[in-house]
């Protein structure tokens, strides 16, 4: 017998033989694109991309983009003299945040392709209404609190603000009082609560669907490297917010992680594994964060949203119960929309709407208008840019205060994991 033969090579369910190599390519294949990422990898990616963003005198943001969405439909429908919108709005592939959260949802659709989980996926009725009725929350709470759980509460804590602490404590409070409605909605309404059918993609469709995954690489590769290479250098820093934001929702996908099941799940399920990933990317992301603002190579007040501390204390309240009800944050929800849900479609719509309506409503009483004080920091009517190491006097407090509180909720979450005497359902 030739047993070289046999060793490189499998037989089939067909009776075919498969080379060995060809079916050690399969397997690789399957664990980077089709079996779940571990969330501390998705938290550990994420805090690579934000470094990145950081070295390039950026930041991530999600809120901006969509407000600049709802911007726009308010002007298409004729509300944007009303709101005080202005005539002359950025163009969404050129608005920095907006193209981020654009990529990040093309991201995510092409590794739903690659692992074949994409697919049209309708809701019950009722979901309809809690997600347009949490996008709405979402969309007052991102404008009160300055951002969303990504510009209100994280990018905040890479760039040393209170403003995020406080955020945090609001989506805490959110998301408990968040799944008490849900917990009622459950209890008392059975209108539209059956399921639609699935739609049913083919096989031979779905065999399709990693080489179009694979196509939509390549088309974004293409169009952030002649971006990149361009002269015209706000087209060139566009190159590195395409390649940065579709790398966010590839990342988000793949992981699965979820700024909503990291507030969410501690109270609903006791699972902390969600939660603990985000302590562990904050470990990671608040001393190197500190180190490019130490070394000027992004202004610290760049990122940091002029609302510490009530705008994020009830902007965070806000959002947090939005943000359970719509079953998705900002980044959750678009990723989820770039692997077919259309639950999240409706969410972010009255998310950006909202955001965009509401910020005009109260800007006739100069709730969120932005002013400048004498030490050079914006203020509004409901918080300030706060900056801890200026509050502090250094940086040796700042982590002191920003690592104790990730102890606290650390400890928090892996006792509720064992006792789960704080879950709410």
């Known amino acids: 017998m030739n047993h070289s033969s046999v060793a490189s090579s499998n037989p089939t369910a067909s009776g075919a033989v498969t080379p060995r190599w060809l079916t050690g390519l399969r397997e690789d294949y399957a664990t980077i694109f089709v079996e779940e990422w571990s969330p501390y990898l998705g938290a550990a990616l994420l805090v690579i991309v934000t470094a990145v963003l950081l070295l390039s005198g950026l930041f991530w943001g999600v809120y901006g983009g969509l407000k600049l969405w ?18 002359s709005l950025d163009n969404p592939l050129m608005h920095r945040i907006s193209l981020m959260d654009i990529t990040l949802i093309i991201g995510a659709f092409s590794a739903a392709l690659l692992s074949r989980q994409f697919a049209v996926r309708r809701p019950p009725k009722i979901e309809y209404a809690t997600a347009a009725f949490g996008g709405i929350l979402m969309g007052i ?12 509460f994280f990018t905040p804590l890479m760039f040393s603000s209170p403003a995020g602490w406080v955020m945090w404590a609001g989506l805490l409070a959110g998301a408990f009082l968040g799944l008490k409605i849900v917990l009622w909605i459950a209890e008392n309404i059975t209108w539209g609560t059956k399921p639609p059918p699935t739609a049913v993609v083919s096989p031979a469709m779905k065999r399709l669907y990693p080489w179009i995954g694979f196509a939509v690489i390549a088309a974004i590769v293409w169009w952030a490297t002649s971006w990149y290479g361009s002269a015209d250098e706000k087209l060139a820093v566009r190159g590195i917010v395409i390649l940065t934001g579709f790398a966010q929702g590839f990342i988000l996908h793949r992981s699965r992680f979820c700024f909503a099941r990291v507030f969410r799940e501690p109270f609903m399920t006791g699972e902390g594994t969600m939660t603990k990933a985000m302590i562990w990317a904050l470990a ?17 007040f760049l990122a940091i949203p002029p609302t ?8 965070g309240v806000i959002f947090g119960m939005g943000m359970v009800l719509a079953g998705g944050c900002a980044s959750g929800s678009m990723w989820r929309m770039g692997e077919g849900h259309i639950k999240l479609w409706v ?7 909202t955001g965009s309506t509401f910020s005009g409503v109260v800007k006739h009483w100069d709730l969120l208008t932005k002013e400048m004080n004498l030490d050079m ?25 920003s690592f104790g509180i990730l102890l606290v909720w650390y400890l928090f979450v892996r006792y509720n994991e064992s006792t789960e005497k704080f879950t709410v359902l």
């Not at 709802?70 to 005539?87: A, K, R, T, Y």
């Not at 990671?284 to 610290?300: A, H, N, W």
């Not at 510490?308 to 902007?315: A, H, I």
């Open 70 to 87: 709802g911007d726009w439909f308010n002007s298409f429908i004729g509300l944007g003299p009303v709101l005080g919108i202005s005539e």
């Open 308 to 315: 510490f501390w009530l705008g994020s204390l009830v902007g």
């Open 347 to 353: 969410a972010v719509f009255f998310f950006s709407w």
């Open 377 to 401: 920091v914006e203020v509004t009517k409901v918080g300030y840019q706060a900056y801890l190491p200026n509050m502090l006097g250094g940086w040796s407090w700042t982590f002191l205060l």
């Open 141 to 152: 709470g991102a404008a009160l609190a300055g951002g969303c759980t990504t510009g209100g």
């Open 284 to 300: 990671l992301g608040i001393p190197i964060s500190s180190l490019l603002l130490q070394y000027k190579t992004v202004d610290p």
